[in-house]
């Protein structure tokens, strides 16, 4: 079925997107620079 607010999901999903994006980056720099 569709999902009741779009705007809400597509929102949740680049929420989630930046903070894995964040917790990637920081583990790669975190890794290279230790």
Known sequence: ???PDW???REA???GR???IT???DH???ARVS
């Open 28 to 30: 790669v720099y975190g």
């Open 13 to 15: 999903m680049v929420s």
């Open 1 to 3: 079925g569709e999902h």
């Open 18 to 20: 930046r903070v894995l």
């Open 23 to 25: 917790m990637t980056v």
């Open 7 to 9: 705007d809400e999901y």
